[in-house]
């Protein structure tokens, strides 16, 4: 059985879909960085940097970072068609989300951890510029990957999966309704998937797009 070390509004909610998709037994523990308790503890001990999601392999292999973990997904259980498309661009594609924007969203979350105990007004530029960055990465991510979301039978593979997911956050959505709105609606087609979006209402229950 898989072990998925994650927690609700978080990235494990990706790694949840994809398992559903490859049909296989797994169990969430909840646990994160913020968290305190038995499960954030037994994370710290297999992922010190306490990051989520963490999967823990059958056969006892330790997974991190969503893009490999879904790249590792994908490969292993290949009627899952999470790699299905045009794979090369697929794998670019989850590079580039982790690359641009996860680490964008990391430090508008922890911009601390950048700037130590800089005055709020030196905190205030550091969020408002990483924000404008991380919208204008989602622009371009639009330009390029916007065909490459779906596998050939109509299910959101792996890419689609993440940018619907990592694009749930700082308010990367709206920018998209106003800058990229076809791209935008795409992405609503994989909220909508039967798999994706009871998982999506289990993680933000009330979330929408303002």
Same mark, same amino acid.
């Given at each position: 059985?898989?072990?998925?070390?994650?927690?609700?509004?978080?990235?494990?909610?990706? @790694?949840?879909?994809?398992?559903?998709?490859? +049909?296989?037994?797994?169990?969430?523990?909840?646990?994160?960085?913020?968290?305190?308790?038995?499960?954030?503890?037994?994370?710290?001990? @297999?992922?010190? !940097?306490?990051?989520?999601?963490?999967?823990?392999?059958? %056969?006892?292999?330790?997974?991190?970072?969503?893009? *490999? @973990?879904?790249?590792? !997904?994908? !490969?292993?259980?290949?009627?899952?068609?999470?790699?299905?498309?045009?794979?090369?661009? /697929?794998?670019?594609?989850?590079?580039?989300?982790?690359?641009?924007?996860?680490?964008? /969203?990391?430090?508008?979350?922890?911009?601390?951890?950048?700037?130590? %105990?800089?005055?709020?007004? *030196?905190?205030?530029?550091?969020?408002?510029?990483?924000?404008?960055?991380?919208?204008?990465? &989602?622009? $371009?991510?639009?330009?390029?990957?916007?065909?490459?979301?779906?596998?050939?039978?109509? *299910?959101?593979? *792996?890419?689609? /999966?993440?940018?619907?997911?990592?694009?749930? &956050? %700082?308010?990367?959505?709206?920018?998209?309704?106003?800058?990229?709105?076809?791209?935008?609606?795409? !992405? $609503?087609?994989?909220?909508?998937?039967?798999?994706? +979006?009871? $998982?999506?209402?289990?993680? &933000?229950?009330? &979330?929408?797009?303002?």
């Amino acid at each position: 059985m898989y072990t998925l070390y994650g927690t609700d509004e978080s990235g494990s909610c990706m @790694i949840e879909i994809a398992l559903q998709r490859c +049909a296989v037994p797994w169990q969430r523990v909840d646990a994160s960085s913020w968290q305190d308790g038995a499960g954030s503890e037994a994370l710290a001990r @297999i992922n010190p !940097l306490k990051q989520i999601p963490t999967l823990v392999t059958p %056969d006892g292999q330790v997974l991190t970072e969503s893009a *490999a @973990i879904l790249i590792h !997904l994908g !490969l292993e259980y290949p009627d899952s068609h999470l790699l299905s498309g045009d794979r090369a661009q /697929i794998i670019r594609g989850l590079v580039y989300i982790a690359a641009n924007c996860y680490s964008a /969203i990391g430090i508008l979350d922890y911009p601390q951890r950048w700037l130590g %105990d800089a005055d709020p007004a *030196a905190q205030a530029q550091l969020t408002s510029g990483t924000r404008r960055y991380l919208h204008h990465a &989602w622009v $371009v991510f639009a330009n390029q990957f916007a065909g490459q979301l779906f596998a050939p039978n109509q *299910a959101p593979n *792996a890419l689609g /999966i993440m940018a619907a997911a990592v694009s749930r &956050w %700082d308010e990367a959505r709206e920018a998209l309704n106003s800058l990229a709105p076809g791209f935008a609606q795409t !992405l $609503v087609r994989v909220d909508a998937d039967p798999i994706v +979006a009871p $998982v999506f209402a289990r993680h &933000w229950p009330e &979330w929408k797009v303002s």
